[in-house]
């Protein structure tokens, strides 16, 4: 089955990631315009600003496709600013549109003295060796819903986590050379090609509303 994963390039770190699936054998595509995503089997919301990203989601009009793609069970993978754009809750913010993904997160949490590091971390599908987790201004999660897979943790706090086909990350995979997180993305895009090809996938309170 063929893939095409793309990658949000309306601003931030987004080179980074297409270097990073190209690297994984994947073939990648910056995202500019919503009419794009039609043709793609995954996306990654790339780290920058949130702000500025969601401001700029909205002046290209990339909601309903947004939706859509969610809807179709196609994964999305958000790090960073990604994250915080994928997130339900923000800072008391309830985010109603899909992709969304059952956590509650908080902006530049960590304090301006401690706003970039490095970390060591475990990867709870990969624990042989530790992963180089690097921080930026990056944001915490303060809770995470029944559904949610913490897969990697810092100082207690989930810093890589899943529901469904929603994959966040606080840090920054794509800055490092280890492509297990964007591998691991990778296989859940195949799991849903194959779904895909099987049933259609629709969150639960969505097939309620279509069988009417
Ligand atoms: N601090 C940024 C924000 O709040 C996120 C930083 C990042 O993506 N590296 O949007």
Same mark, same amino acid.
């Given at each position: 089955?063929?893939?095409?994963? =793309?990658?949000?390039?309306?601003q931030?770190?987004?080179? /980074? ?5 190209n690297?994984?054998?994947?073939e990648?595509?910056e995202?500019?315009?919503p ?13 920058? /600003?949130?702000?500025?990203?969601v401001?700029?989601l909205r ?11 969610a809807?179709?069970?196609?994964? &999305?993978?958000?790090?960073?600013? =990604?994250?915080?754009?994928?997130a ?7 985010k ?7 956590i ?5 949490a ?5 706003e970039?590091?490095?970390?060591? &971390? ?14 930026i ?5 303060t809770?995470?819903?029944p ?9 207690d706090?989930? &810093? ?5 086909a ?5 840090f920054?995979? /794509?800055?490092?050379?280890d492509?297990r ?14 779904a ?15 069988v009417?």
């Amino acid at each position: 089955m063929s893939m095409k994963i =793309g990658v949000l390039a309306l601003q931030g770190a987004f080179r /980074e990631h297409i270097g990073m699936l190209n690297q994984c054998g994947v073939e990648a595509e910056e995202v500019r315009l919503p009419s794009q995503l039609d043709d793609l089997s995954g996306l990654i919301m790339p780290g920058g /600003e949130s702000t500025t990203m969601v401001k700029l989601l909205r002046r290209y009009g990339f909601e309903a496709a947004l939706e859509r793609f969610a809807l179709m069970g196609r994964p &999305v993978f958000g790090t960073c600013a =990604g994250a915080i754009l994928l997130a339900a809750g923000q800072d008391g913010r309830r985010k109603d549109l899909l992709p969304r993904i059952d956590i509650n997160i908080t902006r530049n949490a960590y304090g301006r003295q401690i706003e970039s590091r490095e970390a060591e &971390v475990k990867l709870a599908f990969s624990p042989e060796r530790p992963f180089r987790a690097i921080f930026i201004r990056a944001p915490i999660v303060t809770a995470t819903g029944p559904s949610v897979e913490a897969l990697s943790f810092y100082r207690d706090r989930v &810093v890589l986590a899943r529901e469904g086909a929603m994959l966040v990350a606080t840090f920054h995979p /794509e800055l490092t050379e280890d492509d297990r997180i964007h591998q691991y993305f990778i296989a859940m895009v195949q799991d849903a090609q194959a779904a895909d090809s099987v049933a259609p996938f629709l969150p639960e309170q969505q097939q309620a509303a279509f069988v009417k």
